[in-house]
């Protein structure tokens, strides 16, 4: 089975429908008519990183660790770096 997820952050369908039904999208139309479509419910703490990394992981925030788009890198130093990819990664042996 092949699966392709499309997000679109921020994205509702209620507001596509009317250009995939004016055929302003399409190509996202036929995706959508031809397979299945659904609404996400977003995680608590609602922000792009923390629901995309939710999604990747199966897991909940308070697992990933990802809450927003910045971290504290040096709590002694007061510092904040933005969050990348390796920050959410969940250890193999930790049940979601």
């Known amino acids: 089975m092949k699966v392709l997820v499309i997000g679109i ?3 509702a369908w209620n507001l ?6 004016d055929n302003y999208m399409p190509n996202l139309k036929k ?4 397979g299945y479509s659904g609404i996400l419910q977003s995680t608590e703490l609602p922000t792009t990183p923390t629901a995309w990394q ?4 199966g897991c ?3 697992k990933h660790k990802v809450l927003g788009f910045r971290k504290y890198s040096s709590f002694e130093k007061n510092t904040l770096t933005l969050v ?3 920050d ?3 250890p193999n042996n930790l049940s979601c």
């Open 16 to 21: 596509f429908d009317e250009f995939l039904l």
């Open 60 to 62: 909940n925030p308070s």
């Open 88 to 90: 959410g990664r969940v």
């Open 31 to 34: 995706l959508k008519n031809s």
């Open 9 to 11: 952050d921020r994205a």
């Open 54 to 57: 939710t999604f990747l992981t």
């Open 84 to 86: 990348n990819t390796s």
